[in-house]
Each structure stands twice: as structure tokens, then as C-alpha cells.
């Protein structure tokens, strides 16, 4: 069976500052993951996604993530945080063979000025 | 442009009220799901439909009851609204069933039981 874990409900940086936010997937097949991002009142927006054509997937709004097999992770970053980037961010592993998605259950990124 | 839709965007019951959460595409995707976002506990599937005329449940499908006549619109409903399923509703369409297709989302719908 599927699940995602996201280790933290909150997360504060300050601006230009690192952000890591971690994923960690469990899957019984090959896994295709993704990244989500919510903004306030907002619907969920595709950040990057992880297909298994490369481990270092590349995302919108300089983004990253890394797929890495043995540690079962897929954690997003960024080098430096702007303030445009206070959200939500949602891991996703997608559920089986249809396209229904298991989400984490969320990290909140606040930035600092 | 405008991919997904929901309607309304709030929406206030009485507890034993029914009513029907709207949902439209125009990207003619085979697939469109609903799931219900709740505070710490992300999104979790209530139904989906991987065409027209044919849907199945998801993670928690009690209390809800789903249709798609169209591959446009995929109209979730709820019989008798309880408190518990005060929530945020998303609706979110795919182009195919395949596992790496990305879900497009709905900006969702406020709903809260009395």
C-alpha cells in the first residue's frame, strides 16, 4: 500500500534563507510522486512531479526535489526562500494503477522579512 | 482559459439539508476526482470517475454520492448533510488515468454544516 509522510506541520524561514521540506513515501510499486503547492484560498498548483526519468526533478518558482530510493525520500527544496513562497505544501504519491493521489498531510512555509 | 470550476465557492447548510457541489472542466479530461481537505489531514478521495458513466469510490465515500453523465461535468452530492462534512471540497481533472499524469484542481468549495 501507498502512504506519504511529511515530517512537520510547520516550517519558518527567513527570506533568502534555505527551505527544505521533507517527504517520506511508502509504495509497493515503482512510485510517481509529486509536489503541490496551496496558496490561501486558493486550489492546489502542481510544483514538480517525479516520473522516474530522473531523480533531480526540476520545478516552477525554483523549486527542486530529489528522489532518492534507499532513504524512500522526496524532499523538496529551494536555495533561497522569498516571501512569495508563504504556503502550503503538499507531498503526493500517486495511489495505484488509476490517477488518484495519497497526500501528506501538509507543511505550512512561512517566510520572515 | 478556465480549466477547472467549482461552484459555489461558500456555501452554509442545516444539518439533514441536501445539496450538489458543481463541477466543470473544459480540458475534455477522462479523469475527475473529489476530495474533502480538512486541517491536518490533508486530502483525503471521496469519489472518482475515470469517464463518462463510470465512477467508484474513494478513501471516504459515505455520504456522498456522485454521477458523470458528461465528460465535462462530474457533480458530487451530498444526501443529508451532517456537521462532519463541514470541509473544503476540491474537484480535480487529469487527461488521462495514467499514474504520472498530474491533477488539475478546482479553487474549491467552503461548505459548513450547522
Known amino acids: 500500500a501507498q502512504s506519504v509522510t511529511q515530517l512537520g506541520s510547520h516550517v519558518s524561514v527567513s527570506e533568502g534563507a534555505l527551505v527544505l521540506l521533507r517527504c517520506n513515501y511508502s509504495?509497493?510499486?515503482?512510485?510517481?510522486l509529486f509536489w503541490y503547492v496551496q496558496y490561501p484560498n486558493q486550489g492546489l498548483q502542481l510544483l514538480l512531479k517525479?516520473?522516474?526519468?530522473?531523480?533531480l526533478v526540476k520545478g516552477i518558482n525554483g523549486f527542486e526535489a530529489e528522489f532518492k530510493k534507499s532513504e524512500t525520500s522526496f524532499h523538496l527544496t529551494k536555495p533561497s526562500a522569498h516571501m512569495s513562497d508563504a504556503a502550503e505544501y503538499f507531498c503526493?504519491?500517486?495511489?495505484?494503477?488509476?490517477?488518484?493521489?495519497?497526500f501528506g498531510k501538509g507543511t505550512k512555509l512561512s517566510v520572515k522579512p | 482559459n478556465a480549466g477547472v470550476t467549482q461552484t459555489p465557492k461558500f456555501q452554509v447548510l442545516k444539518t439533514g439539508q441536501s445539496m450538489t457541489l458543481q463541477c466543470a472542466q473544459d480540458?475534455?479530461?477522462?479523469?475527475m476526482s473529489w476530495y474533502r481537505q480538512d486541517p491536518g489531514m490533508g486530502l483525503r478521495l471521496i469519489h472518482y470517475?475515470?469517464?463518462?458513466?463510470?465512477?467508484d469510490q474513494g478513501e471516504v465515500p459515505n455520504g456522498y454520492n456522485v454521477s458523470r453523465s458528461t465528460t465535462e461535468d462530474f457533480p458530487l452530492r451530498l444526501l443529508s448533510a451532517a456537521p462532519s462534512q463541514t470541509s473544503v471540497y476540491f474537484c480535480?481533472?487529469?487527461?488521462?488515468?495514467?499514474?504520472?499524469?498530474?491533477?488539475?484542481f478546482g479553487d474549491g468549495t467552503r461548505l459548513s454544516i450547522l
Open positions: 470517475s475515470v469517464g463518462a458513466g463510470i465512477t
Open positions: 480540458m475534455n479530461h477522462e479523469y
Open positions: 509504495s509497493s510499486v515503482p512510485p510517481y
Open positions: 480535480a481533472s487529469s487527461s488521462t488515468t495514467g499514474r504520472n499524469q498530474p491533477q488539475h
Open positions: 517525479y516520473t522516474s526519468a530522473a531523480t
Open positions: 503526493a504519491v500517486n495511489r495505484g494503477s488509476q490517477g488518484n493521489l495519497i
